[in-house]
């Protein structure tokens, strides 16, 4: 221990001596009658205890009492090397000890071990300006003077908010129910500001990095001007970290259970908990009743939960509930839960993958699959029909390699779900982040003799993930997303029948997109009439196209599709498509007539059929003045938006509807398209639950 280290801890000493006035601390704070006697301890385990200190360069307490008067003046001193029963200690800080020596009586020292000390009252041999020696006894008295260990903390910054008064100051030590203190006054402030009857808010940071807040209540607090220390109990031991749902993440025991290790964000030093269960969305652990290490509300920048030392995944958490366990058996533990604020993409999925193996062993998340299988699959299923087959044939090859990425490199940006046995892939459903916060779920078949169980098998994993990932940022899951056609009776039981049950247009929105192809012409450049032009949307023009949205539908398609004003130019996603080996591009563009807007076109480029219906690589006009957009101007301008395609056959969709009931312009079929606000997922699944238990929903 370096001087400055010793110091804080003879500062730590002190403080806790002037707090207790020779009095117990119990769990809460409060005071009791005085430490409680618990038994003889020998002078092997006396030594042991006394070279672990030295070991750890710490340091014991000497006791010094007056004859008359009675008060008690502790002196720190560091233990040295014990072999037999003679102890030397030296005095960490020498100043003033030759009065004391001259005018107190040695009374004991104090060797600390947890919420519990040895207490040692042999005669001194010698007493000295350097330190004190002493022979020890065959026995000294162990005594409890806490239910709960306190620890010491690093140098945390503490703000304590109270009716618009603000105090700042440090965390001393804390136990998992209480916490101590110290405050500091800066003139004109005067601690009498500070009702100690009254709730505070307090903050601790590190830094700019909050790492608790929370409303507490005072216990304590000792006499000062400039410097005052108070204890503390936190008043809430569950926090709502998250809106409340109904329908919650699914919590699985896992063997071997993993451990929880972190460096913890009070102390600075390592401490390692045992998981009790766990859900893609947090876990729980098991904390010491006496020993406690966590407080609700406490934030962990970051932790590693060990699998076995087999692997790891790392994360930031946060604690949520802290709540004592009922039966006799687990009376002595605290079960914490924890919820992720944040965690990697990849080591979410592989612990998704895990959890979802756990609950069902034919069911998996992104596993690696035999190519040939799963295309064999697409085409038994029915899934790429003769006239699909027909559209991407040409481009096959291609199609095969985008794949092969896709299912075998796990990419940030893709996530399929698989329901197999014996290697047979029995079910399919997969996603793609294809908007910036919005992802697309596509890709859903199964096997006709097994399309009930498996069929919604997959479905259900994928409400499972959606729900567990939303929360994390490096998700991007704000959104999820879905084309299917209104004839379509699975999604449109599932996912447009959601919509419907939820009647909430923020909540989850149905939209209908008319659809065609349009063939690219070669050797010939389309213009516009002199009126008319076709250039980069601005800002305006997006809060117009809102406008138009909101007074036709009300619902999320513009947000999903991030083609809100304020938005701007995003390349965040296209950059992590070309980083992965694959293509995204988007451009918007806007058709004016004589400077006002008549239409917004979204032109994505990306991988031949990363959709198989390629609506990944398509354009989405939005015409905001059905009657005034002729449909030789509708022809020339998607002409002009898909010069950069590089397929001669791409696919159109065209919003509203209407506009293609009142101009001869050509389209094959419908297409809904479904968003849902994750922030409002019970609404989904509580439909979802209901179609799949409607004796349930009927009785």
């Keep these: ?151 010491i903390c690093e140098s945390l910054k503490v703000e304590l908010v109270q009716n618009g008064v603000y105090f700042s100051g440090v965390l001393i030590d804390f136990s998992s129910v209480s916490f101590r203190i110290e405050l500091t006054a800066t003139p004109p402030q005067t601690f009498q500001w500070i009702n100690p009857k009254s709730k505070v808010n307090i903050i601790f940071k590190n830094g700019y990095e909050i790492l608790f807040s929370g409303e507490s209540r005072i216990l304590r607090q000792n006499d000062g001007k400039l410097t005052k220390d108070y204890i503390l109990e936190p008043l809430n031991h569950v926090i709502q970290r998250f809106k409340p749902k109904v329908f919650r993440s699914q919590r699985q025991e896992l063997s071997p259970s993993p451990d929880m290790i972190f460096l913890h964000p009070f102390t600075g030093k390592t401490a390692s908990l045992k998981v009790i269960d766990m859900s893609g969305s947090g876990f729980s652990v098991e904390d010491d009743r006496e020993n406690g290490l966590l407080l609700a509300g406490m934030v962990i920048p970051s932790l590693e939960l060990d699998f076995a030392g087999s692997f790891k995944l790392n994360c930031r958490a946060q604690v949520v509930y802290r709540k004592e366990q009922n039966d006799e058996a687990s009376r002595d533990i605290i079960k914490c839960v924890l919820t992720f604020l944040d965690m990697d993409l990849e080591d979410h999925r592989k612990l998704m993958g895990m959890l979802h193996q756990a609950d069902n062993r034919n069911s998996y998340i992104c596993n690696k699959i035999n190519m040939d299988s799963l295309w064999k699959f697409f085409f038994e299923t029915g899934f790429i029909y003769p006239k699909k087959y027909a559209f991407i044939q040409a481009n096959k090859e291609t199609i095969k390699a985008t794949y092969e990425k ?77 084309y299917f056609r209104p004839e379509n009776q699975f999604p449109a039981n599932f996912f447009g029948g959601a919509a419907k049950s939820i009647n909430d247009p923020k909540a989850s929105s149905l939209d209908t997109f008319a659809y065609s192809h349009y063939r690219k012409k070669t050797n010939s450049k389309a213009m516009l009439p002199d009126s008319w032009v076709l250039e980069k949307t601005t800002p305006k023009e997006l809060l117009e196209l809102e406008g138009y949205y909101e007074q036709t539908s009300g619902g999320l398609m513009i947000k999903a599709l991030d083609m809100e004003s304020g938005n701007g130019d995003r390349y965040e996603l296209s950059e992590e498509f070309k980083r992965l080996g694959f293509k995204r591009e988007r451009r ?45 101007i509708f022809n020339t301008t998607i002409a002009m938006a898909t010069e950069k395609f590089e397929q001669k056959k791409i696919p159109i969709l065209i919003y509203p509807v209407d506009y293609v009931k009142t101009e001869p312009v050509h389209y094959e079929k419908l297409y809904n398209f479904w968003v849902l606000n994750i922030q409002s997922s019970d609404g989904y699944f509580e439909h979802i639950h209901n179609l799949l238990n409607p004796d349930i929903k009927n009785s």
């Design 1 to 151: 221990m370096d001087y400055i280290e010793k110091k804080k801890q003879d500062k730590y000493i002190a403080k806790t001596q002037k707090m207790q006035n020779a009095t117990a601390e119990d769990g809460t704070g409060s005071t009791s009658s005085g430490p409680i006697v618990d038994g003889p301890v020998g002078q092997k385990q006396l030594v042991n205890r006394l070279n672990y200190i030295n070991f750890q360069n710490g340091t014991v307490d000497v006791n010094f009492r007056h004859p008359r008067h009675k008060n008690i003046i502790s002196k720190s001193a560091s233990p040295q090397p014990c072999i037999g029963n003679r102890l030397v200690c030296l005095w960490t800080d020498p100043d003033g000890i030759e009065n004391i020596i001259d005018t107190l009586e040695f009374q004991d020292l104090i060797i600390a071990n947890g919420q519990k000390a040895f207490s040692v009252t042999s005669r001194p041999v010698s007493i000295t300006k350097k330190g004190i020696c002493l022979n020890l006894p065959k026995t000294c008295t162990e005594k409890s003077y806490r239910k709960m260990n306190r620890h």
């Design 588 to 632: 918007l563009l806007s058709l004016k007539n004589k400077s006002v807007l008549k239409a917004v076109v979204m032109v994505n480029i990306s991988d031949i059929s990363l959709n198989m219906s390629d609506l990944s690589n398509c354009i989405k006009i939005f015409v905001l003045e059905p009657d005034a957009l002729p449909a030789d």
């Design 406 to 482: 896709l299912y075998t490199q796990n990419p940030t940006i893709a996530r399929h779900f698989i329901y197999q046995k014996k290697g047979k892939v029995l079910g399919h459903m997969a996603m793609l982040r294809l908007y910036e916060n919005a992802w697309l779920i596509h890709h859903h078949a199964a096997l006709k003799t097994d399309f009930i169980k498996a069929g919604l098998a997959v479905l259900n994993q994928i409400g499972r993930f959606v729900y567990d990932s939303h929360r994390l940022y490096s998700s991007h899951m704000d959104y999820v997303v879905c």
